[in-house]
């Protein structure tokens, strides 16, 4: 199967910083979600992006499928930003999502 | 207006006994899964279902059984529960086959 990893494993952002997340796949994905998982364990859909750029707020996500990778951009960050991001993607021949270890965000006030 | 719900949402229980988790989604989807998310938090598939048909069973125990009486519920039946068992368990439903998936809130299982 596909290998994620996402970069950083962890960030410690002040309030108003702005951050970059990575995530790399091994293999070809038809498409790509970024989730964030609250410190209350939801896990919430910020993008569903096969390719190109999104914006959603201060979130924009960028995938270059080509080269096997997505961003995710945070800007102006929040404590309510706090959690873990998680990227995800199926195999091209199946829905199976492939799941990157994630990225611990902290933001301080 | 809940997408995909699961109940229950907290379950602690012992060693050996069995148990259900139930899953609902009002999205009109077609595929349904289950997700394991372990104590490192990370997420891994466990079953699939389309149009209440199973199509990915990932090397799961053999307690564990899903059942789908229809393509709005997934429900997740285990015997013999271990204590490796503990986890969250996410329930997801997507479009069709590859669509954006969208999970329920979780049920965090403790075995004690």
């Known amino acids: 199967g596909i290998q994620v990893e996402q970069s950083p494993p962890d960030l410690i952002l002040q309030e108003g910083a702005n951050s970059t997340l990575r995530c790399n796949f091994s293999?070809?994905?038809?498409?790509l979600q970024w989730f964030h998982q609250n410190p209350w364990g939801q896990l919430i859909n910020l993008f569903y992006?096969?390719?190109g750029t999104k914006q959603n707020g201060r979130l924009s996500a960028t995938t270059v499928a080509t080269e096997r990778y997505s961003l995710l951009y945070i800007s102006s960050s929040q404590t309510t930003d706090s959690g873990v991001y998680f990227c995800a993607g199926p195999e091209t021949s199946g829905s199976r999502l492939t799941f990157g270890e994630g990225t611990q965000l902290t933001v301080n006030p | 207006d809940t997408a995909v719900s699961q109940t229950p949402k907290y379950l602690v229980t012992q060693m050996g006994n069995d148990k259900s988790i139930k899953c609902e989604q009002n999205l009109g989807h077609d595929t349904m899964y289950w997700y394991k998310q372990d104590s490192k938090k990370f997420l891994k598939i466990m079953f699939s279902y389309n149009n209440k048909e199973l199509i990915i069973n990932e090397t799961v125990p053999n307690r564990f059984s899903p059942k789908s009486p229809d393509k709005a519920h997934l429900n997740l039946h285990i015997n013999s529960l271990e204590l490796g068992d503990s986890a969250v368990y996410f329930c997801?439903?997507?479009?069709?086959?590859?669509?954006?998936?969208?999970f329920g809130p979780g049920t965090r299982l403790t075995v004690t």
């Open positions: 992006i096969p390719s």
């Open positions: 997801a439903s997507s479009r069709r086959d590859r669509g954006e998936q969208y």
């Open positions: 293999d070809s994905v038809n498409n």
